[in-house]
């Protein structure tokens, strides 16, 4: 075969392999032309009979190749775009379609973004205007559910709009959001989360099945309330910090801005409370994880790049570092408690040996199927992360309430000096506090830390009269069902602790209660929480009067948790 006069047909230069094509061609004439042609043909033919190679590969072969190639890429693509126009377009549609046959009302479908640009402006919008002294916050915490509200009929309890391509059911009805709670088929579960997240939050908090159900069973006597009360002493050191430096503020005039200062507050009980003698090092702990924090918030925005966490940026390196001073830290508190455990000098009255106790007698009972030391790191971060916050939100808008309600503020006072005059509080005590109790109830039903659960539908599944398909996500929204005036009265944005005198879930007939979730995935700290911030309170109430500062704007915002957006500044003045 001649490669000279192959590669001068115009039409084969695909054919010809790349180092032959560069060789110069000498102008053809017609004759030369209509001879090449037929001796082309010829060739053709005779190799297509007869086929030798004379090269590695043969044209033929890397004909094939070239086709085979180009098949699987064009078949790759194909299938990219099926998988793309799926997700963007036809299951959209398709679950569009099967949620409003079933008379669900909700927003249009926009492709891609569905109606994050529409929340993100309204919420800013909300964010520009500070309110009044109201504690009707809900049209400027979830502007967008507000609006969806308005939109397909406040009768309705249950609305949708798409979270991206993801439709996302919105349920405010107790009995509907109850069977999702209560549901243990594993046709709902929690949504996955994203690796930013991750950082705080691969414990039981995340987990499902069998795995979660494990972690729950080892974790829940370190709970039980009256292991709670081995920690009192650890809660009491924590609220003497806090008063003495208080004292101190209040003496120089000092305004103070308590979302600040119960922040560090909860971080201290916590590390208190979950490592004991090992506090200053779960005080690290808590400033690392603060810091992680920040990053997380920032970071956020750029956590659904495909790769994003492998790039080398400065923020990502630090997390990473984070992460692992958190992981040494833990690994060597947990190494000395096991060492004390089996030396038998341990005092297993915090957290952590509760926990390990809890471990042991896990491992006795079920064999070789314990937590392993790198899940009870995890379930030590995530305390930090589902305890610190929250709990600190609930004392911040406490104190806010009741600076705007000081009558309440007296009447928590006297029932708190009735019981306890100016000595400790204690544990007894603290469980028949009832005024004290019903105020903390009625701030948790008004400013929920945390305002909705998350959920997922994994297979079919029957919430109500509607049968929604994988796919779909479901918001459980507290703040909405709180804020219900069908469930609580037209009252319902008036502070009234009363609402609770019958206690925690006979405030309202309809079971419209449940900042802590509910079902067997309830909050496993709730009692730890409401016994920390009794105590606090009390403490708080005993030694100083206080009110908002001039400088206070109520402007409640959700990051995350709600939160007030520009801090809690409170004047105090010492009894
Ligand atoms: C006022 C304070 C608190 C509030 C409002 C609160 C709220 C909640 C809520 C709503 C859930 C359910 C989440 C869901 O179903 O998706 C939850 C779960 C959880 N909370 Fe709390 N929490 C508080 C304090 C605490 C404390 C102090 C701790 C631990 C020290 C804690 C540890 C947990 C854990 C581990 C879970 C996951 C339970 C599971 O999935 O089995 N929380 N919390």
């Known amino acids: 075969m001649q490669l000279q006069n192959f590669s001068r047909h115009p039409c084969d230069h695909h054919l010809t392999p790349i180092w032959a094509r560069a060789q110069p061609s000498p102008p053809i004439s017609n004759n030369e032309k209509e001879g090449w042609m037929s001796n082309y043909q010829k060739k053709l033919q005779s190799d297509q009979l007869n086929f030798t190679p004379h090269l590695p590969f043969g044209v033929a072969d890397m004909e094939l190749r070239f086709a085979v190639c ?54 800013e919008e909300a964010r520009g205007k500070p309110m009044p002294f109201s ?34 059911a919105v349920i ?4 509907q959001i109850r069977e999702v709670l209560t549901n243990k088929t594993g046709e709902i579960g929690k949504p996955k989360i994203n690796y930013l997240l991750k950082y705080f939050i691969r414990g039981v908090l995340s987990q499902e099945g069998e795995k979660w159900a494990k972690h729950r069973k080892i974790l829940n006597p370190a709970f039980h309330i009256e292991k709670l009360k081995r920690m009192l002493p ?22 103070i801005d308590v979302s600040v200062e119960f922040q560090s507050f ?109 899940e009870v790191v995890e379930e030590c971060k995530l305390f930090y992360f589902a305890g610190q916050e929250t709990t600190s939100l609930l004392l911040t808008w406490t104190m806010v309430v009741l600076s705007m309600h000081q009558d309440w503020q007296e009447r928590a006072r006297e029932e708190v000096l009735q019981a306890f005059g ?31 659960q998350r959920r997922q539908v994994f297979k079919s599944t029957k919430i109500g ?45 309809k079971n419209a209660f449940f900042p802590f979730g509910g079902g067997h995935r309830v909050c496993i700290g709730q009692n730890f929480a409401l016994l920390e911030a009794k105590l606090a309170l009390c403490l708080i109430l005993q030694h100083f009067s206080f009110d908002l500062s001039p400088s206070y704007t109520h402007a409640p915002n959700v990051v995350l948790t709600l939160k007030p957006q520009h801090g809690a500044p409170i004047r105090l003045r010492r009894l």
């Open 135 to 168: 504690h009707a916050i809900f049209p400027r915490v979830s502007p967008f559910f507000e609006r969806a509200a308005e939109a397909h009929g406040k009768e309705n309890k249950v609305t949708f709009h798409w979270m991206g391509p993801n439709p996302r």
């Open 465 to 509: 009269n509607v049968v929604y398909p994988p796919g779909v996500l479901l918001y459980l929204s507290a703040l909405q069902v709180h804020h219900d005036p069908d469930l609580w009265g037209k009252d319902v944005d008036e502070f009234k602790p009363e609402r609770f005198a019958e206690g925690m879930y006979k405030a309202s007939e």
């Open 422 to 452: 100016k000595e400790k509080p204690t544990f007894d005590g603290l469980s028949h506090l009832k005024t004290v109790t019903m105020i903390l109830y009625e701030v948790l039903r008004l400013y929920p830390p945390i305002m909705g």
């Open 172 to 175: 405010a009805d107790p009995d």
């Open 266 to 374: 909860t971080g201290d009980v916590i590390s208190r409370s979950a490592f004991g003698i090992n506090f200053e090092e779960g005080r690290k702990i808590f400033q690392l994880q603060s810091e992680q924090t920040v990053f997380i918030d920032g970071s956020l925005p750029f956590a659904h790049i495909p790769g994003f966490r492998f790039l080398p940026t400065r923020i990502n390196t630090r997390m990473k570092a984070i992460d692992k001073e958190v992981r040494g830290i833990l690994l060597s508190i947990i190494k000395k408690r096991e060492e004390s455990i089996k030396s038998g000098t341990a005092k297993n009255d915090d957290l952590l040996g509760l926990l390990l106790e809890s471990n042991l007698q896990h491992l006795r009972e079920h064999g070789n199927a314990g937590l392993t030391t790198d």
């Open 70 to 123: 180009s098949g699987l890429a064009a078949l790759l693509v194909a299938v990219w775009a099926v998988r793309i126009l799926n997700w963007a377009f036809w299951k959209p549609r398709r679950l569009d379609r099967a949620l409003r046959s079933q008379g669900l009302r909700g927003s249009s479908y926009r492709p891609i973004s569905g109606d994050l640009k529409e929340m993100v402006r309204l919420t």
């Open 234 to 255: 650890a809660f009491s050191a924590c609220c003497d910090e806090l008063v003495s430096r208080w004292d101190e503020m209040a003496a120089k005039g000092e305004e």
